[in-house]
């Protein structure tokens, strides 16, 4: 199971790519309802039938007087009962988002293993209580990311899921994430549930973009992903069993060097102290990456051939690449808030070069980022505090109220 969480603003062309990207899946899901109908028919058809059957033999037996008979009826009720097969299900490889409640059931119902794909941030928010009173709640989806059991007893519910396997892959814009309470991201944190996700947040291209000039993505890439899917969907664990890959062993020392590489910047004054909730579990994720990038290599799950070092450094390498993204998404909590306002705002400066600027214009550019009038003044306090900007200072152009307008330092954009 992987956990992924693309971060980008409005417009970047969020859903295009998971559209893209669950293409494959909703082709394999097709495929197999339509191989599976007639299965599932039959079995749940069978299973209504000896439903049935236990029934009414269990309402004779109420009725019968005599004892020995009524013992008999219980008993061949109770048979019919045993021998039923268990409720089929059409296959369901995803959905877009789900309470807790819901999440636990879809579980059930599937074998143990469901995706949480979304280019919207209902799922967080669900987790983060906005559904619930503000109650955080990760449980279920820690232990789907972890593979272990879910165990639900309550008064009108009961759910047993022996392993439960959920993969997520959400995109969401960096203002919700921002405006999530500084309680939330703490449990976030505390739960180790951002610390597993492998964060994607890449610098805007709104604003910078040339209208004319249109990339396509190469044919023979797109066939090659989609097949790579199918096969890793075709893939069936005997008897239910989990599979297991092994580790070449020049793999295996690159998997060291990199552990021992995240275990000594975790201590204090180490070069990922202020992200060791995510360093910590990225020693096991990596061997995730490097588990999918082997058998979809290979569009197979070869158990005979051990990862290759080669494979795994591909996996290293984009771990690396993350540690900075993870950086930037964790600057979106609560406490640094405030300076991830300020980046934006002066990247708004740089791009137009401006010598001053509006107070209001800059509340209105920035309108959903700032909701309330005091998130932009401590962004534009954290610009003072660098000698970025300088004022507020009163001009009037001769009618009404005079605006609150702010100074660029001309140095800072290389002016001076």
Same mark, same amino acid.
């Given at each position: 199971?992987?956990? !992924?969480?693309?971060?980008?603003? !409005? ?5 295009? /790519?998971?559209?893209?990207?669950? #293409? ?12 599976? %109908? ?6 749940? !058809? ?7 059957? $236990? ?6 037996? /109420? ?36 309470? @807790? ?50 165990? /639900? ?10 392993? $439960? ?15 999530? @309470? ?28 040339? /209208?004319? %000039? ?49 275990? #000594? ?11 060791? &909730? ?25 158990? &005979? ?9 591909? $996996?290293? &390498? ?7 993204? !993870? ?33 209001? +214009? $800059?509340?209105? +550019? ?37 605006? +609150? ?12």
């Amino acid at each position: 199971m992987t956990w !992924t969480l693309a971060i980008a603003e !409005t417009g970047e062309g969020k859903s295009q /790519v998971l559209s893209r990207c669950i #293409k494959p899946l909703d082709h394999w899901q097709t495929l197999r309802r339509k191989a599976e %109908k007639t299965g599932i028919e039959q079995n749940n !058809t069978k299973r209504w039938i000896l439903e049935k059957r $236990a029934e009414k033999l269990a309402k004779e037996a /109420v009725n019968e007087d005599d004892e020995q008979d009524r013992d008999e009826k219980e008993k061949q009720s109770a048979k019919l009962k045993e021998s039923m097969p268990d409720k089929r299900f059409e296959t369901k490889l995803y959905t877009n988002e789900a309470t @807790p409640e819901s999440a636990q059931d879809m579980l059930a119902k599937h074998g143990g293993k469901m995706a949480f794909l979304n280019d919207e941030g209902g799922l967080l928010q669900v987790m983060a209580g906005v559904y619930s009173g503000g109650k955080v709640i990760t449980d279920v989806f820690l232990k789907g990311y972890n593979g272990m059991s879910v165990k /639900v007893n309550r008064r009108c519910r009961e759910v047993d899921i022996p392993q $439960a396997n959920i993969t997520i892959g959400l995109a969401i814009q960096p203002g919700i994430l921002g405006k999530f @309470p500084k309680t939330v991201w703490q449990k976030f944190c505390d739960s180790g549930l951002f610390g597993r996700f492998f964060v994607f947040y890449p610098v805007s291209t709104i604003g910078k973009r040339d /209208v004319r %000039k249109h990339t396509k993505l190469p044919k023979e890439l797109q066939q090659r992903y989609e097949r790579a899917v199918m096969s890793l969907l075709d893939i069936e664990p005997e008897n239910g069993c989990m599979l297991s890959l092994t580790l070449g062993e020049e793999a295996r020392e690159a998997w060291l060097w990199f552990s021992d590489k995240l275990e #000594k910047g975790q201590a204090n004054g180490g070069e990922y102290e202020e992200i060791k &909730d995510w360093a910590a579990k990225m020693r096991g994720g990596v061997l995730r990456l490097a588990g999918l990038f082997h058998v979809a290599e290979l569009e197979r799950f070869a158990t &005979d051939m051990p990862v290759s070092k080669d494979t795994m450094v591909k $996996a290293l &390498d984009l771990m690396l690449l993350l540690i900075d993204h !993870t950086r930037a998404f964790l600057g979106l909590s609560g406490h640094d808030k405030p300076i991830e306002d300020a980046k934006a705002l002066w990247g708004w400066i740089e791009q137009y070069k401006l010598a001053d600027f509006k107070g209001s +214009k $800059a509340h209105n +550019k920035f309108n959903s980022r700032f909701p309330r009038v005091e998130e932009l003044e401590e962004a534009l306090d954290v610009l003072k505090g660098r000698e970025l900007i300088h004022g507020p200072y009163e001009k009037s152009n001769g009618k009404g109220r005079p605006s +609150k307008y702010y100074r660029v330092n001309p140095k800072a954009l290389g002016k001076g």
